[in-house]
């Protein structure tokens, strides 16, 4: 039992599925037949943080590319089914990551706030088995603005309260992250924000009022005594 935590919402890739260097790939292979390069520096420093569609138009922003709706659905498209193939050769969970999600639930409900497509998410989730455990999913599409808005996790926080019937407290609720964008979205839903550090040191995860290296090494008292009495909120 926890004493101070409420809930736990769980970005998704970079924190449960080590999912990110496929997204990458997936990305990268999606632009370069159109003989577009995309660079590992690029993507982890520029583009790690959005959604599928939002990562398509800033690309196309920063290199002087038309965008339109349709060149963005297509390579969206392209990317997935390329994504698919990757993530069907093999397990993409992090070691720890679904002990920590099954302890996490039997004290407290919890939810996945994240930028990946639904089906991705179901998909993970339902092969390990712990797809009956979250409350509440939101994934890319959900919310007018991907992170860093805080749309995504106010919706997940919203579900989560209409899904449990309960009038949670956002500062007693923890937002798990592994990049300083899904950290800024968090913090702007009034949440507390804990980072991994799975995609980025700790030394770039901004906002991040307890910093672990994965799931496998946070433990719940650690996340109750961040929620408890006398710990300080976000700035």
């Known amino acids: 039992m926890t004493a101070a935590l409420q809930a736990v919402i769980f970005d998704f890739d970079g924190v449960i599925a080590d999912s990110e260097p496929l997204h990458f790939r997936a990305f990268q292979q999606a632009l370069a037949e159109d003989g577009l390069e995309l660079a590992p520096n690029e993507y982890y420093a520029r583009y790690l943080g959005y959604d599928d569609v939002g990562m398509f138009q800033a690309f196309g922003e920063d290199h002087g590319l038309p965008m339109d709706s349709a060149r963005v659905a297509a ?5 997935g089914v390329k994504l698919q193939a990757m993530l069907s050769a093999g397990s993409v969970l992090f070691p720890g990551a679904i002990d920590f999600v099954r302890a996490a639930a039997s004290a407290v409900p ?3 706030a994240s930028g990946a497509l639904r ?15 979250f409350a509440a999913i ?3 599409g959900d919310t007018p603005q991907s992170k860093p808005s805080p749309d995504p996790y106010r919706l997940a926080f919203e579900r989560l309260q209409d899904a449990t019937g309960a009038a949670l407290d956002p500062r007693r609720c923890v937002a798990i992250e592994d990049s300083r964008w899904g950290l800024e979205s968090a913090r702007g839903a009034g949440l507390r924000c804990v980072g991994v550090t799975n995609s980025y040191p700790a030394d770039e995860l901004t906002g991040a009022e307890l910093v672990v290296s994965s799931l496998q090494a946070l ?10 009495p006398g710990a300080a909120g976000p700035e």
């Open 75 to 79: 390579l969206v498209s392209r990317k």
């Open 110 to 112: 919890i939810a996945i």
């Open 119 to 133: 089906h991705e998410i179901q998909e993970v989730i339902e092969a390990a088995g712990v797809a009956h455990l």
């Open 138 to 140: 939101v994934a890319s």
């Open 219 to 228: 433990t719940l008292d650690a996340l109750d005594r961040l929620c408890g």
